[in-house]
Nanobody, 129 residues
Framework: QVRLVESGGGSVQAGGSLKLSCVVS????????LGWFRQVPGKEREGIAVIVSDGSTRYATAVKGRFTISKDNANNTLYLQMNSLKPDDTAMYYCAADGPLQCYTDAPDALKRDDFGYWGQGTQVTVSS
């Protein structure tokens, strides 16, 4: 059974940091592309960071320089370190697996929800001003 379980969300003041974790079942972890998306009510789910099997990473413009995606192969865990958080970062954050080859060439915010085969349940991040 494929499972992705996020943790690490919470409430923080602007300028603060949070680190999200996503434990991914082995089959899903081995897929080509893993990523983080976020969604606010009434809007489409937005891709913000991806990491492909060779370790290459891509970031959406909105988070570049502030967020870092990484993975721990020994523990099948995907991370998102978020620094210099802003109120606009408030959203439900989701990890995803089994992303497309376009992860290597396209910006994460060009990727769609249907491009990924597996999803976690989400973890809420709230940034106050």
């Amino acid at each position: 059974q494929v499972r992705l379980v996020e943790s690490g969300g919470g409430s923080v003041q602007a300028g603060g940091s949070l680190k999200l974790s996503c434990v991914v079942s082995e089959y899903a972890y081995a897929t080509y592309c893993l990523g983080w998306f976020r969604q606010v009510p009434g809007k489409e789910r937005e891709g913000i960071a991806v990491i492909v099997s060779d370790g290459s990473t891509r970031y959406a413009t909105a988070v570049k320089g502030r967020f870092t995606i990484s993975k721990d192969n020994a523990n099948n865990t995907l991370y998102l370190q978020m620094n210099s958080l802003k109120p606009d970062d408030t959203a439900m954050y989701y990890c995803a697996a089994d992303g497309p080859l376009q992860c290597y060439t396209d910006a994460p915010d060009a990727l769609k929800r249907d491009d990924f085969g597996y999803w976690g349940q989400g973890t809420q991040v709230t940034v106050s001003s």
